[in-house]
Antibody, heavy 120, light 107 residues
């Protein structure tokens, strides 16, 4: 069974840092692109970043470029999101998601999400 | 970046109704269009990918169509469990973008 389990969320002050993790199981992690998607309270979904199977390509939404870094450790079946210089508008539930390997490469599996709150 | 615009933003309907949600892309995305359903407090769930392909396990009352810039999600006969928020998403670009969502409510 495919499972994605996020961790690392919590309360952080503006300007602070946080590292999110996503533990993958039930599939060959190194074969799939992965993404982070967030959802601010009461708002819609926003794609944040994605990373290729070998980590050689990474893409970010403009609002987090230069502040967030996506990475992965295929030996540990884990995805990460290092978030620096956090702002109030980064407050959201953060989901990790797997890119399906066929067709239009949708996000076919999602974690349960981890809440990040940026507040003083 | 490719902008995705859904309409309507909200919709009231009754059990048994046929419902259609529209999604428009700011440029042609071929059939790189996906639809998700999200219920409160839960992660999104993939319904349709490649504009018209039904994800495994998704009921056949859900269908998708379109190509280029205009797409639709249709629910042929609403069931109580279908009241949720629906999002379209383009995967034509590595910079993935979602529509703003359509909240489907019970009339």
């Amino acid at each position: 069974e495919v499972q994605l389990v996020e961790s690392g969320g919590g309360l952080v002050q503006p300007g602070g840092s946080l590292r999110l993790s996503c533990a993958a199981s039930g599939f060959t992690f190194s074969n799939y692109w992965m993404s982070w998607v967030r959802q601010a309270p009461g708002k819609g979904l926003e794609w944040v970043a994605n990373i290729k199977q070998d980590g050689g390509e990474k893409y970010y939404v403009d609002s987090v470029k230069g502040r967030f870094t996506i990475s992965r450790d295929n030996a540990k079946n884990s995805l990460y999101l290092q978030m620096n210089s956090l702002r109030a508008e980064d407050t959201a539930v953060y989901y990790c998601a797997r890119h399906y390997g066929l067709g239009s490469y949708p996000f076919d599996y999602w974690g349960q999400g981890t809440l990040v709150t940026v507040s003083s | 970046d490719i902008q995705m615009t859904q309409s309507p933003s909200s919709l009231s309907a009754s059990v048994g109704d046929r419902v259609t949600i529209t999604c428009r892309a700011s440029q042609s995305i071929s059939t790189y269009l996906n639809w998700y359903q999200q219920k409160p407090g839960k992660a999104p769930n993939l319904l349709i990918y490649s504009a018209s392909l039904l994800q495994s396990g998704v009921p056949s009352r859900f269908s998708g169509s379109g190509s280029g810039t205009d797409f639709t999600l249709t629910i042929s006969s609403l069931q109580p469990e279908d009241f949720a928020t629906y999002y379209c998403q383009q995967s034509y670009s590595n910079f993935r973008t979602f529509g703003q969502g359509t909240k489907l409510e019970i009339k």
